[in-house]
């Protein structure tokens, strides 16, 4: 079982920034994948990015790529998703998730698809304003 906990949320101006965090539970987190989705009102959540256990490996939605970076300090079993030159359109509702536990190499590519994914945290709230 992992527990997680998002933060880092808030209200920012278009271009701006933020970096959020999520904080999971348990001793074995560097096998799980992880992953990042979002939901705006009125849609379905979709995938942001993810990252395998190693950190190697990572994958982006090609409406973030190049403005959203993913990585993870497996010491302090959090991942982090920094947010750079934000759009009105990021505005939603951020979703940590955990692929896992899974054995496999390390150059391994994390999924993209949604349940695949066990866990979840209970998400963290992102306001652009334009």
């Known amino acids: 079982q992992v527990q997680l906990v998002e933060s880092g949320g808030g209200l920012v101006q278009a271009g701006g920034s933020l970096r959020l965090s999520c904080a999971a539970s348990?001793?074995?987190?560097?096998?799980?994948?992880m992953g990042w989705f979002r939901q705006a009102v009125g849609k379905e959540r979709e995938f942001v990015a993810a990252?395998?256990?190693?950190?190697?490996?990572?994958s982006y939605a090609d409406s973030v790529k190049g403005r959203f970076t993913i990585c993870r300090d497996n010491a302090k079993n959090t991942v982090y998703l920094q947010l750079n030159s934000l759009k009105p359109e990021d505005t939603a509702v951020y979703y940590c998730a955990a692929d896992g536990p899974r054995s496999g190499s390390i150059y391994d590519i994390p999924s993209r698809t949604e349940n695949r994914y066990d866990y979840w945290g209970q998400g963290t709230q992102v306001t652009v304003s334009s």
């Open positions: 348990g001793r074995t987190f560097s096998s799980y994948v």
């Open positions: 990252i395998n256990g190693s950190g190697i490996r990572t």
